[in-house]
């Protein structure tokens, strides 16, 4: 037996079938552990409650076998490996990372997770009592899984499949590997993190402790896709400082921060934000503005695909604030840009073999794979660029964030079978 490719279809159902119902019963018992975090919030993690799933894993990475399981109590970072079969194995070693926390774009506490078993089209009553409705009109996603178990959740909450569908997917493949110990298989090091969702970047990911030379995240929607690309990304705000004096008596005299603020905003390309935007295509965003006459301050994005333009993005914002400067006094025109991550593609085009052995694995699983820029970040994008080359898989979760969140159990289930297809590449396939 060499890998997953070699079980026969009998084998692979058989499988198949027990994958299903461990993901079912871990994501149900993983969504009704609260783990959002919290923005602007300096603690680590941002709030404690993400501990009560990090402590939940780490002794079920123990109960399972796995080897070298850590909780880093300071940080919230649950670490685990799979030694590699046989222990001389030249397989390349891997990583999987995921991240235990929940948005806090929508209420995350009291998650009432519930089965709809093979959904047949159409409408979907989440709260009879509170008359809450899943529209098929709203969310035309829901007609990809007519026939299939959907996973949701009285529509008072969201679910967490963002990104526990990833958790159940790798404890459920990890504990497949440490059950049937005689499949080969190279190392495989597990890392879960905190605040992934307020932009936590896994940063206190500890790489020497996780020791795999490359890994994956497993993030995003619908299952298949896979992403290698992600935005440039810097934070910027612009703080204009104004003269107030009584509008009676303000000509020649006030300088309104307000105003000059619209200014600013004027200044942007309307066709380059992100209502206007999809793609590749980069964009500023105006996400905040708080402003009066004395003072007002703008706080903004920067997104794009192409390092160059984002730097050419970057640029223009202080050219903009060269302009009021010279109109309204240097002195009263500030901006900062704080540099949020990068763009993973240059780090990981230098391993092509990540991204063929992603590819070979969703296509043994009977998946077209389809590779989709993202317009965001990842974990992945900054542990790439501090020497991690890190991908990303969906984790197969849709409508995340909202009331309406749900998760196709085949897609977790399926999952696992990309990872054990995944590791037979990084046992038995030679780096191209």
């Given at each position: ?154 529509g008072t909450t969201l679910l967490g499949g963002d990104d526990k569908a990833a958790i159940s997917a790798i404890m459920t493949f990890a504990q497949y590997l440490c059950e049937n110990p005689e499949i080969p298989h190279p190392m495989i090091a597990i890392a879960f993190t905190p605040d992934e969702e307020v932009g936590g970047l896994a940063k206190d990911l500890d790489l020497k402790r996780f020791e795999a030379p490359v890994a994956y995240t497993l993030d995003g929607d619908h299952l298949g896709y896979y992403q290698d690309e992600t935005f440039n990304a810097s934070s910027a705000a612009v703080t204009i400082t104004g003269r107030s004096v009584h509008p009676g008596t303000a000509k020649g005299i006030m300088i309104n921060a307000a105003d000059i603020a619209a ?170």
């Open positions: 037996m060499t890998g997953y490719t070699e079980f026969s279809e009998q084998e692979k159902t058989s499988m198949y079938k027990s994958f299903y119902g461990q993901v079912r019963e871990r994501m149900i018992r993983y969504a009704k552990t609260d783990t959002q975090s919290q923005r602007n919030s300096s603690a680590v993690p941002t709030t404690k409650k993400q501990f009560d799933l990090a402590f939940m894993l780490r002794d079920e990475l123990v109960n399972i076998g796995v080897s070298e399981v850590f909780l880093d109590e300071e940080h919230c970072v649950v670490y685990g490996k799979i030694p590699p079969f046989p222990a001389e194995s030249t397989g390349r070693p891997f990583g999987l990372i995921a991240h235990m926390d929940t948005s806090p774009d929508a209420e995350g506490a009291g998650v009432k997770p519930w089965v709809l078993e093979n959904y047949s089209g159409g409408d979907i009553v989440l709260n009879k009592e509170k008359g809450i409705v899943m529209r098929a009109a709203d969310f035309p996603n829901l007609g990809n899984y007519i026939g299939q178990d959907l996973i949701l959740t009285d200014e600013f905003i004027e200044m942007l390309p309307k066709e380059e934000r992100p209502q206007t935007t999809e793609g590749r295509e980069g964009f500023y965003h105006v996400n905040a503005c708080n402003a009066s006459c004395e003072k007002a301050v703008i706080q903004l994005i920067i997104r794009d695909h192409d390092s160059a333009v984002f730097e050419r993005r970057c640029r223009f914002l202080e050219e903009c604030c060269e302009i009021l400067g010279e109109k309204y006094g240097k002195e009263r025109i500030k901006i900062e840009i704080v540099p949020t991550y990068r763009n993973m593609k240059e780090v990981v085009d230098q391993v092509p073999y990540m991204i063929d052995h992603l590819k070979n694995a969703i296509a043994a699983c009977g998946l077209e794979p389809v590779c989709e820029p993202f317009r965001g970040g990842t974990d992945g994008s900054a542990l790439s660029h501090r020497g991690l080359p890190c991908p990303n898989l969906s984790a197969g979760y849709e409508n995340a964030h909202g009331r309406f969140e749900y998760v196709p159990i085949r897609s977790m289930a399926k999952n696992v079978e990309i990872l054990l297809a995944l590791t037979e590449q990084f046992c038995f396939r030679q780096r191209s």
